[in-house]
């Protein structure tokens, strides 16, 4: 089994896990070293099911506007750790590949491999949730057939996506292409960088 293939298992692992108490609040039982990759990929699927979830929340159209704003902050909170462990995987696949000779025309890919497996996290939680609307009980027959049209795109999405994500660890092992990592630059939650942080009139 392939580097992005064994990922998905994981990050389905993580979706199903999260779905046993179905709670934005419920702790994570993470069933690998967190000190591992595979740790890595199960936590970074789990900020991202958590994070699903606040979004649902957070649409309700009755919500509290002071709980609404605490959610939103909290949804803040949950974008930042998640560019983290997004930067923290990248790391691990700079590491991993550091001793390739990179070929005289080797290419830039348009993203990272973590940002591909950020991609690819999301895409679990979207076909989780499809086909629990595409098999609805309570749903008219036309939502389940539109549900299960569009679970059909996404699992072939997941295919190609798995394929690429594989392709281009292959080239970058065989020097073919290279990572060249842009961290990212978010302002917003910097000091230093929000005016309104920071106090600039």
């Known amino acids: 089994m392939k580097f992005a293939e064994k990922s998905y298992k994981i990050f389905e692992q993580s979706v199903a896990d999260y779905h046993i108490d179905d709670d934005v609040d419920a702790p994570t039982r993470n069933p690998y070293d967190t000190s591992t990759v595979e740790g890595v990929l199960y936590a970074k699927n789990r900020i991202d099911a958590v994070q699903w979830h606040l979004e649902d929340i957070i649409r309700d159209p009755e919500i509290d506007p002071v709980a609404a704003l605490e959610l939103k902050r909290r949804i803040d909170r949950s974008n930042q750790e998640r560019t983290d462990m997004v930067e923290e995987l990248d790391s691990y696949f700079r590491s991993l590949y550091a001793d390739v000779k990179v070929l005289p025309d080797a290419t830039i890919n348009t993203e990272s491999p973590a940002w591909a497996f950020d991609r690819l996290s999301i895409l679990a939680l979207k076909i989780y949730h499809m086909a629990a609307e595409a098999s609805r009980s309570d749903a008219s027959d036309e939502h389940r057939a539109r549900c299960a049209a569009k679970l059909a795109v996404l699992e072939e999405q997941r295919t190609d996506l798995i394929s690429a994500i594989d392709a281009l660890l292959d080239d970058i092992a065989a020097?073919?292409?290279?990572?060249?990592?842009?961290?990212?630059?978010?302002?917003?939650?910097?000091?230093?960088?929000?005016?309104v942080l920071y106090g600039a009139k």
């Open 175 to 195: 020097g073919r292409k290279y990572m060249k990592v842009y961290r990212q630059m978010k302002m917003y939650n910097d000091t230093d960088t929000n005016p």
